[in-house]
């Protein structure tokens, strides 16, 4: 009966084991990214991109640049030369939104911390677009039955059916 026992649980161990390395190389081959990784990896240096270039055209300097976004300068100068931030492009109201963006931070009218929600509203916009979709299934290789568009403010996951 011992014997029995431990052979059952050899058997099970054995299994379960099997199980885990099955589940981690399907997971490992899947590589599914979350929406907010395309967002870091994508939207928002495609957003720093833009805004730097539209503060250069408004003749600010690049030290100026980055100690304004807070990020360094070899950052500003791969933004401006279309090495760092250049895999997407954004439609010409999310543009707007960056325009004016850099203008109120050249004015002064928009201070550090206002650029906060400034920031978030212009990613918000990118990801109420088919743009946020787009990447996610290109870059994220999204599931393919994905619902994540992330269309609405309330939504921050991705569903699959």
């Not at 030290?63 to 931030?85: C, F, H, M, V, W």
């Not at 963006?101 to 201070?111: D, P, Q």
Request: net charge neutral; proline share 4%.
């Amino acid at each position: 009966m011992y014997t029995e026992a431990l052979l059952f649980n050899m058997v099970y161990i054995s299994i379960y084991y099997v199980y885990l390395i099955c589940n981690y190389e399907y997971r490992r081959m899947i590589k599914v990214k979350p929406p907010c990784e395309i967002v870091v990896w994508y939207i928002i240096p495609g957003i720093r991109s833009v805004l730097s270039k539209e503060l250069f055209k408004l003749n600010m300097r690049q030290k100026d640049i980055s100690e304004l976004l807070e990020i360094t300068q070899p950052a500003i100068s791969q933004y401006l030369s279309d090495k760092r931030g250049n895999e997407i492009e954004f439609n010409d109201e999310i543009c707007k939104m960056i325009r004016e963006l850099a203008i109120g931070l050249k004015k002064g009218e928009i201070s550090k911390i206002d650029m906060i929600p400034e920031m978030c509203q212009i990613c918000r916009k990118v990801k109420s677009e088919d743009l946020m979709c787009y990447l996610h299934k290109e870059k994220g290789s999204a599931p393919e039955k994905c619902m994540a568009c992330l269309k609405d403010d309330q939504s921050e996951v991705c569903v699959i059916n």
